[in-house]
Antibody, heavy 123, light 107 residues
Framework: QVQLVQSGAEVKKPGASVKVSCKVSGYTLTELSMHWVRQAPGKGLEWMGG????????IYAQKFQGRVTMTEDTSTDTAYMELSSLRSEDTAVYYC????????????????WGQGTLVTVSP | DIQMTQSPSSLSASVGDRVTITCRAS??????LNWYQQRPGKAPKLLTYAASSLQSGVPSRFSGSGAGTDFTLTISSLQPEDFATYYC?????????FGGGTKVEIK
């Protein structure tokens, strides 16, 4: 059973950066493909990016290209998502989530989710 | 990017009702379609994958169908714990996208 425990809530000023962590237990990070999804207050789910094992690279949604960096520390089984140049529209709950591949390996779904980290951007 | 359009955006129903939510893709996605349930303040939970496969542990009153561009999630007999928001997700290719969500409320 995979468990994902995220870091606590953050309050940041516009223009600052935030780094959210996601600690894995039950599996090692190298056995998983980690992605990040965010949800603004009262809004829907928005995929930000994640690790694509097919080519061994991290892929990002075009909307966040240049502002987001997703990294992993395999020595501590912790994944990180850093978002820079924060603006008020970035106020949201940020989730880490693992991807499960099935079938021929091209089909997948999101299975284990962290508890979410609220990031508030306010002057 | 592939756009996913859900309808309705919200609905009111009573316990025991049959509820159907639809999701339309902007291009054909075969059966690369998942459904999630999200209760307030909680992370989403997978209900069905590959358009019609029920995730282990999910009650059989939930079912998914469709292929190509049109998909449905059906709850055969709505239970009190089913009042939540439902999202479809396409995973055709490497860039997944979610629908806007359907909030199921108590009538």
């Amino acid at each position: 059973q995979v468990q994902l425990v995220q870091s606590g809530a953050e309050v940041k000023k516009p223009g600052a950066s935030v780094k959210v962590s996601c600690k894995v237990s039950g599996y090692t990070l190298t056995e998983l493909s980690m992605h990040w999804v965010r949800q603004a207050p009262g809004k829907g789910l928005e995929w930000m990016g994640g690790f694509d094992p097919e080519d061994g690279e991290t892929i990002y949604a075009q909307k966040f290209q240049g502002r987001v960096t997703m990294t992993e520390d395999t020595s501590t089984d912790t994944a990180y998502m850093e978002l820079s140049s924060l603006r008020s529209e970035d106020t949201a709950v940020y989730y880490c989530v693992t991807v499960h591949y099935y079938g021929s390996g091209s089909q997948y779904y999101f299975d284990y989710w962290g508890q979410g980290t609220l990031v508030t951007v306010s002057p | 990017d592939i756009q996913m359009t859900q309808s309705p955006s919200s609905l009111s129903a009573s316990v025991g009702d049959r509820v159907t939510i639809t999701c339309r893709a902007s291009q054909s996605i075969s059966t690369y379609l998942n459904w999630y349930q999200q209760r307030p303040g909680k992370a989403p939970k997978l209900l069905t994958y590959a358009a019609s496969s029920l995730q282990s542990g999910v009650p059989s009153r939930f079912s998914g169908s469709g292929a190509g561009t049109d998909f449905t999630l059906t709850i055969s007999s709505l239970q009190p714990e089913d009042f939540a928001t439902y999202y479809c997700q396409q995973t055709y290719g490497t860039l997944p996208t979610f629908g806007g969500g359907t909030k199921v409320e108590i009538k």
